[in-house]
């Protein structure tokens, strides 16, 4: 679909190279945004994580994209929500962006380029989306650890078997690896993606494996629970979201 309706604002992903998935909408609905956070969309794309950030609280997201084409959907999905004042979309690359940032922030996402060294599709977007090229590891890790904030917490999604790989680099980088949620579609499949928390302060590891499916087309109570004040579906039964 050309347009993806939520709860509070509409997602417009005609041309973009990622269209929503279940993975990142719920990677976004358990963002660790706070009340007040200065927020960071690293590889915004739609900019479906700048808008979920802005109604977890932010105060501000900026959001910098490095394609014409997700930046022009941004930029009107942006406008177009209850935030769009709160909010600030950017058409660079997020290196030279940190090259003459200005402030750090609270939290830092990212919802990267993940493939490496594996075979490209005919679509020149979809390969800048998907694969590392434009965006390795390395720059990630290093870009995020100049923006971040003494405090401030970097979050990302990767596929789970990249998340040891990724994490050491971080380690390597003062970023210590704090939570890890792994996703898996049901309950008999094994985790595809991982959502990771990394802050410059050293603690103990929380890991947990989150369940998404519970039957074809019903979500578990746990992802349900995130998800409930996004979707459409859920919009006549909200749950407690968990802590």
């Known amino acids: ?32 945004v706070k009340q007040g956070d200065q927020v960071l969309d690293i590889g915004a794309g ?32 942006v406008s177009n929500s209850p935030w769009a004042e709160r909010l600030e979309v950017v058409h660079q690359d997020i290196q030279s962006f940190a090259l003459t940032a200005d402030r750090q ?31 390795p590891f390395a720059d990630l890790i290093s870009v995020a ?20 790989k990724f994490s050491a680099q971080a380690l ?5 690896l704090i939570n890890q949620t792994d996703f898996r579609g049901y309950a008999h499949n094994e985790a595809k993606v991982s959502a990771l928390t990394f802050s410059r302060t050293a603690a103990g590891l929380q890991a947990r494996l989150l369940t998404i499916y519970e039957a074809h087309n019903v979500y578990s109570s746990n992802s349900a629970a995130y998800l409930a004040d996004f ?13």
């Open 1 to 32: 679909m050309s347009t993806f309706r939520f709860q509070q604002f509409s997602v417009l992903q005609k041309h973009s190279g990622m269209k929503i998935c279940t993975d990142a909408v719920l990677f976004g609905a358990m963002a660790p």
């Open 46 to 77: 739609t900019g479906v994580l700048t808008l979920m950030a802005a109604q977890l609280g932010a105060a501000k997201v900026t959001a910098v994209e490095l394609t014409q084409e997700a930046y022009q959907e941004a930029n009107i999905n």
């Open 105 to 135: 922030y609270d939290l830092v996402i990212s919802n990267p380029p993940f493939f490496e060294n594996h075979l490209k599709t005919a679509d020149t977007l979809r390969n800048t989306a998907r694969h590392t090229d434009q965006l």
């Open 145 to 164: 650890g100049s923006l971040l904030a003494p405090q401030g917490l970097f979050y990302l999604l990767l596929p789970a078997h990249a998340a040891a």
């Open 172 to 176: 390597a980088s003062g970023l210590y």
């Open 231 to 243: 979707l459409l579906r859920f919009a006549r039964d909200r749950l407690k979201r968990p802590s």
